[in-house]
Structure formats: structure tokens, C-alpha cells
């Protein structure tokens, strides 16, 4: 809905809104699940053992009465809804929980799973807003997306690494410690693979449907450089945590990126 500037358009908003809701009941539904399958591996873990479950500060019984009841939320907030986000909503349900039961384990197709999940988040947001997704859109989420799956992946191998010896196989994951370096090349060359797709968007004949200034958007492709290029440098030194997108949100750096990239876009709008 943002990049197809429907800002001010209040039906796609409000949809937008609701389906967004929905989906967060739904995530929050398979993310307990997992926490109650991963419950013994996080008990071992430096970070994970601080979760509800892990730590103790919430009973397994809660777990079991949170699931039905954020699904259900999540169900009625997507009947207010067109049924291709429904249809959406229930892809992502089954593939997270595949995930959490067996997926995460096979390794270098849980990465991809993870890309896909959250591509899948693209797609519910198209059918709730109706808003059409383009293939560039798509392009660039996919390669982007695993950038930020293998960065995920690549921590918990990375701090592994320091209290392990090599060969060590990783509870509950397919990989070896040592596997590290090959997450590190996946991940890094998916992150510029999605600044060559922006790259070519920018040159390509449908960018003029929306900006009048196309030129300006090239301001973005070294920022995404940068961001990029800094989020692995500072995965390579042990300083981000299991979750990218954790990260991004308390990193001030991320935020002035945003902020200096939205202000680029909006210049190059048509109706700036």
C-alpha cells in the first residue's frame, strides 16, 4: 500500500490496519508454539533461556490456552477481510507451524522458509489492502528477506562457535558450527543481490508510473549498501542478536537510513 502511494486512500488504511492485526495474532499464536516446543533448547542457550517459557515466568499451561485464543483473534479479525487474505493468513499458519515442528531443523531450507514466511507477510498485505504486488517488489522482498533469514541464523552459529569445538552439530538445527562461513557468503550476497533488483528497477520503464523524478532514486541504492553491508559487518563481530529485526528496530543508524531513504522516495514522487 506505502509503494503504491495509497497513503490517503482511508478503505485501504482501515483494511490494511485490520489485516495487519490479524496477522500479528496469527504470528504471535505460531511463535508460542515454538517457544513450547523449543523449551528445553532455549533453557541451554545465553539469550533464549530468558523467554516466558524458558525462564519460568509463565507456566506450559499458559502456552496451550494462548494459542487457540490468539488463533481465533486472528480468525475473526480476517473475516472483516477479503478471502484471499484468509487464504494467506492460512498458508502462513501451516508453513510456521511445519517450521516449528520439523522445517527449522533441515538446514539451508529453514533460511529459506524463513524468506519465504516473510515475503508471505507481502502477500497478505496486497490481498488486504488490494494492492497488487510487482514482481520487482517481489524480487527484491526475496532476496532481502534471506539476507535477514541467514544474518538470524548465522548469530546463533556465530556465538556457538566461540563455546564450541568443531564438528558440534547444533540442537534442534541442521547445521554444524562450522557452517557459519557459508551462511556468512549466502547471506551477504542475497543482501546485494536485492540492491541490484532495486538497481534495475530503477532503470526500467514502469518506475515513471509512480515517480516523476526517477533519477533521485538512486540516492537509495547506497544507503541499502551501507545498511546492509554494516548489518553483516556487525553480525561478523558477535554484535547482533538472534533476530535481525530486533536489531534494526534499536539501532539508531537504521532509523536515520530509513528516515534519509523515505525522504528520497517522497522527493521523487509525483506528487511532491
Known amino acids: 500500500m506505502v509503494l503504491a502511494h495509497r497513503y490517503f486512500e482511508q478503505e485501504a488504511v482501515f483494511t490494511t490496519a485490520v489485516g495487519f492485526i490479524s496477522f500479528s495474532l496469527a504470528a504471535s499464536a505460531v511463535y508460542v508454539l515454538n517457544d513450547l516446543l523449543d523449551v528445553e533448547a532455549d533453557r541451554h542457550?545465553?539469550?533464549?533461556?530468558?523467554?516466558?517459557?524458558?525462564?519460568?515466568?509463565l507456566p506450559l499451561q499458559a502456552g496451550f490456552v494462548l494459542i487457540p485464543v490468539l488463533a481465533g483473534a486472528s480468525l475473526a479479525a480476517a473475516l472483516l477481510l477479503p478471502p484471499a487474505f484468509l487464504l494467506v493468513?492460512?498458508?502462513y499458519f501451516i508453513m510456521t507451524t511445519l517450521y516449528s515442528f520439523s522445517l527449522k531443523e533441515i538446514a539451508l531450507l529453514d533460511v529459506l522458509v524463513l524468506a519465504a514466511l516473510f515475503t508471505t507477510r507481502i502477500m497478505a498485505g496486497s490481498t488486504a489492502?488490494?494492492?497488487?504486488?510487482?514482481?520487482?517488489?517481489?524480487?527484491?522482498?526475496?532476496?532481502?528477506?534471506l539476507s535477514l533469514a541467514a544474518v538470524k541464523r548465522y548469530a546463533e552459529l556465530l556465538r556457538l562457535r566461540s563455546g564450541n569445538t568443531s564438528g558440534t552439530k547444533v540442537k534442534r538445527r541442521g547445521y554444524f558450527v562450522e557452517d557459519h562461513e557459508l551462511i556468512l557468503q549466502m547471506g551477504v550476497s542475497s543482501g546485494f543481490m536485492a540492491v541490484l533488483v532495486l538497481a534495475l528497477y530503477i532503470t526500467s520503464d514502469t518506475v515513471a508510473v509512480l515517480y516523476s523524478r526517477p533519477a533521485l532514486l538512486w540516492l537509495v541504492c547506497p544507503l541499502l549498501l551501507y545498511?546492509?553491508?554494516?548489518?553483516?559487518?556487525?553480525?561478523?563481530r558477535g554484535e547482533v542478536e538472534d533476530d535481525p529485526l530486533m536489531f534494526a528496530i534499536k539501532d539508531w543508524t537504521t532509523w536515520v537510513v530509513v528516515l534519509v531513504g523515505a525522504v528520497v522516495v517522497l522527493a521523487a514522487s509525483r506528487w511532491a
Do not use: C, D
Request: charged share 20%.
Open 227 to 236: 545498511w546492509v553491508s554494516r548489518v553483516w559487518l556487525l553480525a561478523h
Open 89 to 91: 493468513l492460512g498458508f
Open 129 to 145: 489492502s488490494g494492492t497488487p504486488v510487482s514482481e520487482w517488489l517481489l524480487a527484491f522482498m526475496m532476496f532481502i528477506f
Open 45 to 57: 542457550h545465553p539469550e533464549k533461556r530468558r523467554r516466558p517459557f524458558a525462564s519460568g515466568e
